[in-house]
């Protein structure tokens, strides 16, 4: 998308690399660290990534790597305390906690992949939504619009 043109320069600045791939989310946040999915549709300025994985990295190709491995390549990537740039949260084992959290600050859901597993067409990976999500109304719309009759 062209609005966000100027984070990905940004970004491509801040992380000090000759090339990069990464997986992520564009989010704008509200002043407690909610992504505000309305925002980001506003053309917020104040736009950041979150980064869920690291796919390529100066000419290597890490698909291949399990997930853990690729997030820890990630994670040294990463500056630290950048608000622009930020690793997702990564909670292993602790899926139901985590749900618990995601329900009680009205967060979208949790992507839950396999540490073990490649990026591959292969890879088994779920996403698990909060049905109480109070963002999620008419986002359905937006992506896959009705045809009139």
Do not use: C
């Not at 509200?30 to 104040?46: H, I, K, Q, S, Y």
């Not at 618990?100 to 949790?110: K, M, P, R, S, W």
């Not at 890879?123 to 939504?129: C, H, L, R, T, Y």
């Amino acid at each position: 998308m062209r609005r966000f043109r100027p984070l990905a320069e940004s970004l491509a600045q801040t992380l000090k690399v000759k090339s990069a791939i990464l997986d992520g989310e564009i989010v704008v946040k509200d002043a407690t660290g909610r992504p505000m999915f309305v925002d980001m549709l506003r053309r917020r300025e104040d736009a950041s990534y979150v980064a869920f994985d690291l796919l390529w990295l100066n000419g290597r190709d890490l698909r291949k790597l399990s997930l853990i491995e690729r997030k820890r390549v990630l994670r040294r990537l990463l500056p630290q305390r950048s608000k622009l740039i930020e690793e997702t949260l990564f909670v292993p084992d602790r899926g139901r906690m985590l749900l618990t959290v995601v329900q009680q600050y009205d967060l979208e859901g949790i992507v839950a992949k396999r540490k073990a597993d490649s990026y591959a067409p292969r890879a088994e990976w779920i996403k698990i939504k909060n049905p109480s999500y109070s963002q999620a109304e008419g986002r359905g719309e937006l992506f896959h619009p009705t045809k009139p009759p």
